[in-house]
């Protein structure tokens, strides 16, 4: 009697399994042409050539894919998807000439936002992000990190991370909490009251809502110094670490959080010399967010190609936002990744997968399709990993599954 699995998905074109640990090179997606997968209680339990899978195990669901390419699930690891109003508004105005920094600083920008966020209920927010969440799923992607920070206020805030925590229950997706209190100082109150708020005993009520705490260290945000006090009483409080930094000017904020131990530092488009070896020695991955410059008109992208060099780990996300990149879509970051970063196919691939799962410090679990590892997967409309950056702006996704269950 053979043993049986759950389900399994064979006749690919090619099977990516993303080994773990794997140096980046030619075969550093782990490609099994023609391969098959078998899963077992929502994880992967052995992967190989369709003939040896199908001839090892029996299956209460076979799938055909039918030529298609095989994945893990993208793992977006870093946005903002809770939250009320839109502003193509602003994007008109940027078209005319307006800058991003301009629009912030005149009140509009995230403000606008966290206007529309702190009048909205809680039901309605939770409604429309698990809109956005269903978008997300139809373009491959299974795991979602999900910042606070259009509340700027206690209750707000509260609402933001609690919205988070009944989509992780309603949607199919896996959901990563990431409180952002420090994402903009609120219009209505003074400096040193918001950061005397941020550092305090509030942070560990927050803990119990949220993995990890964020900072946006930029000019018109949180300086290097108050950046580095918000992150320091949030390591004290249990938080992972995480930053948004070098979006637009370069203030060290990334090889601070490093020091600081940081799980990641995100955008660095601008970074300080030196930045990029305190990151690989302490392990900080960069997340790279090349939708951001795409959709603001910005000359510069984040040199991949660098981080990767110095020995950094690299992950793609789409930074999902009203404001700097209303995008969905993962494949498109893969796109971008290639030709804005400086990234091969097969690394922009592993970014977005692996590397994402690194970002959220959850590589031993998913962003891969080894044995033992989550089966997400995606049986995409494609037949060779080069052709998801090749047919950019197009959704490749034909099936998804979630810990072994179809959700598309
Ligand atoms: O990651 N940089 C700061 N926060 C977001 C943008 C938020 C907004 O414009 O609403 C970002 O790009
Ligand atoms: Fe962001």
Same mark, same amino acid.
């Given at each position: ?58 299956? &209460? ?5 039918? +030529? ?17 109003? !839109? &502003? ?5 105005? &940027? ?41 997300? %799923? ?23 991370? $609690? ?8 949607? %199919? ?7 952002? @209190? ?31 705490? !964020? ?30 930094? +070098? ?7 990334? @090889? /601070? ?16 010399? +030196?930045?990029?070896?305190?990151? %690989? $020695? ?8 090349? +939708? ?32 700097? #990149?209303?995008?969905?879509? /993962? ?9 804005? #970063? ?19 410090? &959850?590589? !031993?679990?998913? @962003? ?41």
């Amino acid at each position: 009697m053979k043993p049986e699995a759950d389900l399994i998905i064979h006749n690919s074109s090619q099977l990516l399994t993303i080994p773990p640990n794997s140096a980046f090179g030619i075969d550093s997606l782990g490609a099994i042409p023609g391969g098959a997968v078998a899963v077992k209680n929502g994880l992967v339990l052995e992967t190989g050539s369709s003939a040896g899978i199908l001839s090892r195990y029996c299956a &209460r669901e076979t799938i055909d894919a039918g +030529g298609r390419l095989l994945m893990p699930g993208f793992v977006d690891s870093h946005t903002h998807l809770i939250h009320g109003g !839109d &502003r193509t508004g602003e994007m008109v105005m &940027r078209l005319k000439g307006a800058t991003y920094l301009e629009i912030l600083k005149t009140g509009g920008g995230i403000h606008s936002t966290v206007k529309a966020t702190r009048q909205a209920s809680q039901e309605d927010l939770t409604a429309r992000a698990l809109e956005r969440l269903n978008h997300m %799923a139809d373009h491959g992607t299974t795991t979602v990190e999900i910042k606070s920070g259009y509340g700027l206020d206690t209750a707000a805030e509260r609402k933001i991370l $609690k919205c988070a925590a009944s989509l992780n229950r309603s949607s %199919a997706l896996e959901i990563v909490s990431t409180y952002l @209190g420090a994402h903009s100082l609120p219009k209505d109150r003074h400096r040193e009251k918001v950061m005397k708020d941020l550092t305090g005993p509030s942070l560990r009520d927050f803990r119990l809502l949220s993995e990890y705490c !964020d900072v946006f260290c930029e000019e018109g945000a949180f300086t290097l110094e108050e950046s580095r006090t918000i992150l320091t009483a949030a390591k004290a409080a249990g938080f992972g670490l995480k930053i948004h930094a +070098g979006q637009f000017n370069a203030l060290g904020g990334a @090889g /601070m959080a490093a020091s600081l131990g940081a799980v990641s530092a995100d955008h660095l488009e601008e970074l300080v010399p +030196g930045e990029a070896k305190l990151m %690989a $020695k302490h392990g900080t991955v960069a997340v790279l967010l090349p +939708g951001v410059p795409f959709f603001l008109q910005g000359k510069k992208y984040a040199d991949g190609r660098r981080l990767i060099d110095a020995g950094v780990t690299v992950a793609l996300a789409t930074d999902y936002n009203p404001g700097s #990149c209303p995008s969905y879509s /993962m494949p498109f970051m893969i796109a971008l990744g290639v030709f804005q #970063c400086g990234l091969t196919v097969s690394e922009a691939i592993r970014a977005a997968t692996l590397g994402g799962a690194s970002a959220i410090n &959850r590589e !031993d679990r998913i @962003g891969s399709l080894m044995p033992g590892m989550q089966a997400d997967i995606l049986i995409l409309n494609l037949e060779k990993p080069a052709e998801i950056p090749y047919y950019f702006g197009t959704n490749p996704v034909h099936r998804v599954f979630k810990r072994g269950l179809k959700i598309l």
